[in-house]
């Protein structure tokens, strides 16, 4: 039993993820890039880095939520919220201001991303379906 509620963990983790960067990449592209970019005035980001991030974060989502190629995509999840920690929010600190978010849900999202990363292991995962791996989880018996 131990080993099924370690798995559901990892399920959670991986949706909760995916459906927060999901999330964030499409609201990029709701308020329109420049909008995005006018947020982020103080900060030397090409308009393409951002539509880049936002595609990334969109497709990179829903391929968390499905399950497929979790440790590449939880890689390149890592490395987006660490630019976003470093070149974004690391100034305004770990709570913010009044104007903008601190990096608290930055560092909680890059723990995750990480987490998942290294582990390899995706339980309830496309993948599993897909490709029989011995890092993966075997799809449960129903």
């Known amino acids: 039993m131990n080993q099924k509620r370690h798995q559901f963990g990892i399920l959670l983790l991986r949706l909760f993820l995916g459906f927060t ?11 329109g890039m420049g909008n995005t970019s006018v947020a982020l005035e103080t900060v030397t980001i090409p308009m393409s880095l951002l539509y880049s991030f936002g595609i990334i974060e ?3 989502g829903l391929l968390l939520m499905i399950g497929f190629k979790v440790r590449i995509t939880a890689s390149i999840i890592a490395v987006i919220m660490l630019l976003s920690i470093t070149q974004l929010k690391l100034m305004i600190g770990f709570l913010g201001n009044s104007l903008m978010a601190g990096f608290e849900l930055d560092l909680a999202l890059l723990s995750i991303a990480t ?4 582990d390899g292991k995706t339980p309830f995962a496309i993948e599993n379906i897909t490709f029989q791996s011995d890092e993966c989880y075997k799809c449960p018996e129903v």
């Open 115 to 118: 987490f998942l990363a290294l």
């Open 58 to 60: 969109v497709a990179g």
């Open 21 to 31: 960067v999901f999330i964030h990449g499409l609201t990029k592209f709701k308020i």
